[in-house]
Nanobody, 123 residues
């Protein structure tokens, strides 16, 4: 019965920043790993980051390492993705996903998904 609501996307110039939020309802997130994925036009879905239920395990794709930061606040049932130094190649629909497991880069391992939010990086 976990529901995820994603927000924070928009249009930003190269080098700019955005902060995405993933808010949960129905079930608390402290027992769930949360992954962030993105899908650009004409491309397959790509795993970009993941954080374990208690925050002890964090992963980043090489394409975003050093620029993106994932964090969570279990008291607020929220997970965040801070995106800095954005590039046109980051343009995609961004999704958060959850399941009761350790971090994975495979979309099939996540049972619950948000609706997605569009991020466009363009000058």
């Amino acid at each position: 019965q976990l529901q995820l609501v994603e927000s924070g996307g928009g249009l930003v110039q190269p080098g700019g920043s955005l902060r995405l939020s993933c808010l949960a309802s129905g079930v608390t997130l402290d027992d769930s790993a949360i992954g962030w994925f993105r899908q650009a036009p004409e491309k397959e879905r790509e795993a970009i980051s993941c954080i374990s239920g208690r925050g002890g395990n964090i992963n980043y794709a090489d394409s975003v390492k050093g620029r993106f930061t994932i964090s969570r606040d279990n008291a607020k049932n929220a997970v965040y993705l801070q995106m800095n130094s954005l590039k046109p190649e980051d343009t995609a629909v961004y999704y958060c996903a959850a399941d009761r497991l350790f971090c994975s880069d495979r979309a099939v391992d996540f049972r619950y998904w948000g609706q997605g939010t569009q991020v466009t990086v363009s000058s």
